[in-house]
């Protein structure tokens, strides 16, 4: 009997939320990140940092990677907070509370509420705590309140929470008062952007868990598309599960050039699955009235928006949203008319 050919050993592999056991070229970071946090596991208080660079280099991936080490391997507690979610004081504390396994409300609790029941409850673990606030950015344009929260927290507890902040923009800080800010003392990690060889290496070792076999050329193809597009290894990753997923169909044994090839011809943007988590419902209004108008001035567009949204924001945040889009290279705001328009999708986010 013949056997049914395979290219698939574990699809879930090459998933952008997959966390793989070895972070190649990451190395120093992971480092510099874990040794920031070790005092928590001594009792002492950690540094806190700051971690900064353009999307999809490893930066959430790296700070997870310290966290489940952490968590394993003392007796640290480790709480993620994506800030696109809990983008409140109050959404943020509360979901702190909950990660410590806390009682708290999340309506009809006042802050301080939350914030006696936090100081009881870290003082009654006796054990160091860290909190990551992924994507600060939108909690520091909203509410950035809840960083004098945390500090105020410090100064009832004998374990000091240390903080991992994460953004795109390294310039997110400069929004904070000042006072906070040299509160917080903050270290900062920039991350840089990964050349071929090194983005060759990390789709390598996800392929290896991945497919079952994959003709030499397939990877650096895959590589080669990703650093073109700006360096974000979830392309790299996508354009490899969809030649995978090709190969699949047409029945073949392993994922070959022709089908990462094939993959590149298509011109169908991969948007959902890249943006997911970096985009919210507004950005994707806003994102969706630009496809369907060529360009447009900034308050042409809040005022369409304004009309489409059942719940739209401040013209502050919205001009927030706009700056988060170019940042991500979505958008593109010319210097010199001012007008928005969407970056040619052949050009950005296309496999
Ligand atoms: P960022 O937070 O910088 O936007 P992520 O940490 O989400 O990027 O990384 C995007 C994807 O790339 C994730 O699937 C992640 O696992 C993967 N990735 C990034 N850097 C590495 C690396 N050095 N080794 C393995 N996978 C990586
Ligand atoms: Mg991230």
Known sequence: MLEEPNVFKNGEVLSPEYLPEILPHRENQVKAVADNLLPAARNRKPQNTFIFGPPGIGKTACVKFVFREFEEYSGVKTVYLNCWRFNTATAVLSEIALGLGLFVQRHGWSKDEIVARLVEGIKKSGKGLIVCLDEVDQLIFKDQSVLYDLLRINQYVSNPIGLVFISNNPHVFAKVEPRIRSSLAIEEIEFKPYNLQEMKDILEERVKHAFTAVESGVVLLAANRAVQLGGDV????????????????????????????EVLKEAKPVKPKILKENVSEHEKLILDILE????????????????????????????????????????????????????????????
């Open 234 to 261: 979830r392309i790299g990753l996508e354009c490899l599960l969809k030649a995978g997923r090709l190969a699949e169909r047409e029945n073949e044994s392993m994922v070959m050039v022709k089908h990462v090839k």
């Open 292 to 351: 369907s108008e060529k360009s447009l001035t900034t308050s042409g567009l809040y005022q369409m928006y304004c009309k489409a949204s059942k719940k739209p924001v401040s013209d502050r945040a919205f001009r927030d949203f706009i700056r988060h889009l170019a940042e991500l290279r979505l958008i593109k705001v010319s210097k010199k008319s001012g007008n928005i328009r969407m970056v040619s999708k052949k050009k950005t986010i296309d496999l």
